[in-house]
């Protein structure tokens, strides 16, 4: 059964605005994930930059384990936290791109 017989008095306009609504990034979030989990690339994660993301949580958990080897772990752990301070900058960037890029899919 076709979505156009399930919902037969909707329009394509109305039903592409439904679906951006439902899949659009929110900039409320990205903040929320980076404020909490910002050394572990939640933030990253949620905006689609996953290689760096994964590189950030490895960061943070190697230089946690370290951190008892006499600050090896500093060495990892500030770049990270500069790169997550630097990330604040970025997010509303990557939000207003995925939705854009959404928008675009889209129409």
Do not use: C
Not at 53 to 81: D, E, N, R, S, Y
């Amino acid at each position: 059964m076709s979505q156009q017989n399930i919902q037969p008095g909707v329009s394509g306009d109305a039903r592409a605005m439904m679906m951006f609504e439902a899949n659009k990034k929110s900039m409320g979030v990205s903040y929320l994930l980076w404020f909490f989990l910002g050394g572990f690339g939640g933030h990253r994660f949620y905006n689609g930059k996953t290689g760096s993301a994964v590189a950030q949580l490895l960061m943070t958990i190697f230089g946690l384990l370290f951190l008892w080897a006499a600050g090896l772990g500093v060495v990892l752990l500030i770049p990270v936290w500069i790169w997550v301070l630097v990330d604040a900058f970025l997010i509303p960037g990557w939000v207003r791109a995925q939705n854009m890029l959404l928008a675009t899919q889209l129409s």
